[in-house]
Structures are given as C-alpha cells and as structure tokens.
C-alpha cells in the first residue's frame, strides 16, 4: 500500500525527546533518566517513567508500553491528569506502531477525554492527530480526513506554521489514500511552501517526497523524481533510516514506470538495505512497499516468478497487519467506549438532578414544586430522546464502518485476482513459444496459480462476512424474492457495496461481460425499468 504509515516518521519529529542527535547521546539521556528513576519519590516517577516510554518510542519496544502502563498506573494513584494523559497518550502511539488498533484507540480516547477537561490544546491537537492516523492506517478515509481536518483548524487558530505544515502534509497523505490526486498535490505544495518559509528541512523533504510518489500515480515521472531527488538531497544528513528507504521505493516505482528497469533495481535495493538497518515497527510498512513495486517490477520486466513471490510475501504482511479481527475489534472497541461516556454523563445529570430536587424541597411548596417536577419530566424527555438520536447515529456509524472495510477487503481480494489473472495470461504466452523442461516448469507454475485463484478462501471469508453484517438485508430481499439463486444473492449485496463491475468480476474470477449480463438478469428478476437505479433499489432493503 503506497505510502501507509509515511507519518510515522513526519510524527516522531514532534515527540519531545527525539531531539537526541545521536545514539550515545541518546544512550546518555536513557541512563540519566533510569538513575533518576531509582531514586524519586514514588509520586515523582509517573513524570520520568513517561520520558522513557517516549525515548523507546522510535523503536515501538515492549519497554515504552511497560514504562508508560507503570506511569499510568502512578498517576491514577496520585490523582495526577496530565501525567495520566501524558501515559495513555504514549500507550496509544506504541499500539499503534505495534498495529493493535483497538487499543490505540481505546488510550487515544481516554488521553482525548483528559486534555479536553484540562483543556491543554496542544494535547487535544496531538491526540486528534494520533487518532486521525489509526483511521488511515486501517483506510478509514471519511474519519482520518474528519480528524486531520480539526487538528488543521486548531494549528491555524494558535498560528503554528510548522504544525500547520505538518498538517497540510497529513490531509495530503489521507487525500492520496482516497486516489484525489488533485487535492493530494494542493496540500503538499502548501506544506512544502510553510516549510521553506520556516526553514523545516525535514519537513520539506517529506513534502517533496509525497510531491515525487503523486506525480508517478499521475504519469509525470521525470516530475516526480526531480522531488524525489530533492528530498533525498534534503534527508542526506538526516540519521532516519526509515524516510530515506521511502525515499528510494519511491524512486524506484517511479524507474518502473519509465521502464528504467536497472535503475528501478537498484533503488529498491538501495530502500530494502535501509529498511533492514531499522529496528523500528514501522519498517514493515516500508517492505510493504518495497514488496509491493518490486513485484511490480519483476511483472514489467517478465520474471513471473519473482513477481508472485514479491506479491505473495506482500499480502502476508499486509493481512497480519490489517485483519478482519484487528478491525473489528476497532469497530467493537469505539462502540463500547462512546456507550460507557455516554452512560457516565447520564449517571452524572442523574446525580445532579437528585442535588437540585433536594435543595428544591427544601424551598419550594406547591406550585413551584408542580414548575419544578414539569420541568424534569420535560428534561427527562428530551434526554432521552437525545439518547435515542445518538444510539441511531452511533448504530450508523459502525454499519457505515462495517461497509466501509467488506469494500475495502473486496477491493483487496479483486486487486489480488487481477495480478494472479495477468500473471497466468503471461505465463501462458510464454509457455505457447517454450518447449521441454522449461514448458514443463511453466505449465506446473501455471497450475499451481490457477489453483491459489480458484481455491480462494478470502472470497468465501468475505461471502460470509457480508452475509454476517448484512442479516437484515438478505431477510428483507429474500421475503420478497424468495427465488434468487446464491450468485443473485451475493450479485446483490456486492452491488449494494457499491463494488464496480470491473471489481466484481476481478472478486468472482469472472469476465465483465459476465457481470453485465448478470445484472441484466438481476434488473429483469427485480422487474425494474431502464431508468431504475438497481444499486438505489437494493439499498432500499
């Protein structure tokens, strides 16, 4: 997935202690603060203990999750907000470098809560910022733009160019996610302006980076790799392993399309040696996208081979990073999360109307007492009918969740199909003009392939899945059409999900003109007319 995760490193630079310029000052810094640690006072050690989940950050260890869960734990005890913010704040980060999103989400909330009630604005833009990516790392576009969008809005209000900046390069990143290129490019020429302005090398390189990976998606390739050159020239003194293995993907993507296929080679060696140099978590997003236009690559150059196994080791890392569970868990953990605020604030206006009633009863008789017990009673109503709306709004937001990743795993699942169909096409070709043991070879790689393609165990996860969130829907169609076929019905509800008929045929190893006809059969079943909409007329199920 082009450029998944690229914050992390635009991230760090704002973290308070990665100003360490070098391993043994950082090393220094690390051992002063464990000696301090030995000897405060206990309600002194959130603070320190907080320091050091930041300083282990850049590696995503499991001791910055320990050092901030014991500062947590501290603050709680010592009543201490900001260090208790400061705490869930650095669990949320390491989670998500670590990919447990519902956890991240889980302190990213609770951190929120608490800056709010303290009202710390640079801590409530943080947290919207750090929340904002968990929506982009597991593709949520809508909710990551939402957030990135009120996190630009609060940098603009203090006149923080450089966040600003920073801001400017995130709804960029969320916008190329969303495949708006024109609006991508818009973002990152503002933060690349904001940035030379300030004189942020860093951020400049990341801008002109993102500027380079954009203009390859739309075809200027000389373009994008006179960016992509500036923005290794700015990173050359930089020590961030991690941006300059972007860096070098990007090139290297940008080479492939051009068909310099040697240098292409090189840059992607260039980016994996970089990757391998890094401890960090987040280096698996970076071999995503080594893998990802390696594979790309290979299939340009011919080497079929290569090319399935890149795309092969690809998909393996892309689904222990982005599975069904771990995004159903975020689904499940938000839901869980606004239900219990939402039954804090009623417990608190509860306890709150039981202090005025008394304090009424004590100076108020007769007819104020009727004004009083009117009023409540309307209160009572009106929350409740406040709580009514939000419980719709809630309900809607997750199955809008729920529909937004079935799309997105069928978009996978197509995306999948589409290279293993090319790759077997070429194969064939190939194997019509081979003869001997090399036939033999082709033929059995050939084979084996169609096999993967046509033994699919995604499709039938996803089929069931769909099947699972969208009960109601197949109660209410099956009612009235009772006689629909298993391919009709799940015809139905990938038309539902606004899937295309390229996508679909690409999910379901089938031919568009199948798909076609398809729906032609489907519109004639349902007994609609040429004008009727078929995917309004099943979303009215």
């Known amino acids: 997935m082009p450029g998944k995760l690229r914050w992390t490193i635009a991230l760090l630079s704002i973290i308070s202690l990665c100003a360490l310029s070098s391993m043994s000052e950082a090393q220094v810094a690390l051992d002063s603060l464990e000696a301090r640690l030995a000897s405060a006072e206990e309600r002194d050690k959130a603070t320190i203990l907080n320091q050091l989940a930041d300083a282990h950050q850049e590696t995503a260890s499991g001791k910055a999750i320990q050092y901030a869960e014991s500062a947590l734990k501290i603050s709680r005890k010592y009543k201490d907000r900001k260090n208790e913010a400061y705490a869930l704040r650095n669990l949320c980060l390491n989670y998500l470098y ?63 160019k450089e966040n600003v900046a ?43 980076s993102n500027l380079g990976m954009t ?3 739309l075809g200027s390739y000389d373009l994008a790799l006179e960016h992509l050159q500036k923005a290794l020239e700015l990173r050359e003194k930089d020590s961030g392993v991690l941006s300059k293995a972007e860096i070098w993907n990007q090139m290297g993507q ?9 240098e292409a080679e090189e840059a992607f060696a ?26 790309q690559l290979y299939a340009a150059k011919g080497d079929f081979k290569k090319a399935y196994e890149a795309s092969r080791e690809y998909s393996l890392i892309r689904n222990s990073i982005l599975s069904e569970e771990k995004t159903s868990k975020l689904a499940e953990m938000r839901l869980i999360y606004e239900t219990e605020k939402r039954e804090n604030e009623i417990a608190l206006l509860e306890n709150q109307k039981k202090i005025d009633r008394l304090i009424r009863n004590g100076s108020i008789v007769g007819f104020c007492l009727f ?171």
């Open 254 to 262: 940008a080479f492939t399309r051009k068909r310099n296929f040697a």
């Open 98 to 160: 670590n990919d447990v999103y519902h956890q991240a989400l889980s302190n990213g909330l609770a951190a929120l809560d608490i800056y709010e009630d303290l009202g710390d604005v640079t801590g409530i833009a943080y947290m919207l910022s750090t929340l904002g990516w968990v929506y982009y790392d597991i593709e949520n576009t809508d909710l990551a733009l939402e957030y990135h969008q009120r996190v630009l809005e609060i940098y603009q209000e203090l006149g923080d």
């Open 371 to 541: 004004i009083v017990i009117g009023y409540l009673t309307y209160s009572k109503l009106k929350s409740k009918n406040r709580q009514v709306r939000l419980e719709k709004e809630r309900l809607k937001d997750k199955l809008d969740f729920k529909n937004n990743e079935l799309t997105t795993f069928g978009l996978h699942i197509a995306q999948r199909n589409e290279i293993l169909r090319e790759f077997v096409s070429s194969l064939k070709l190939i194997q019509s003009n081979a003869s001997g043991e090399t036939e033999l070879k082709l033929r059995n790689l050939t084979q084996r392939i169609e096999q993967s393609r046509v033994s699919n165990e995604e499709l039938e996860t996803f089929h069931l899945n769909v099947e699972k969130e969208h009960k109601n829907f197949f109660y209410n169609l099956l009612k009235q059409f009772p006689d629909l076929t298993e391919h009709e019905k799940r015809l139905s509800a990938q038309l539902r999900l606004n899937l295309s008929n390229k996508d679909i045929a690409a999910i379901n190893n089938i031919s568009v003109k199948s798909v076609e006809m398809a729906r032609y059969r489907l519109r004639k079943r349902f007994g609609l007319d040429h004008k009727d909409s078929l995917t309004d007329f099943l979303k009215s199920f």
């Open 215 to 217: 203009y390859t998606a």
């Open 270 to 295: 260039k980016a994996r040696a970089f990757i391998e140099q890094s401890a960090s978590n987040a280096s698996k997003e970076k071999l995503m996208d080594n893998l990802e236009f390696s594979a």
């Open 166 to 208: 920073f801001s400017y390069n995130s709804l960029g990143l969320v916008h190329s996610l969303k495949k708006e290129y024109g609006k991508a490019l818009d973002f990152y020429q503002r933060s690349l302006n904001l940035a030379e302005e300030t004189g942020e090398a860093i951020r400049a390189s990341t801008a002109h």
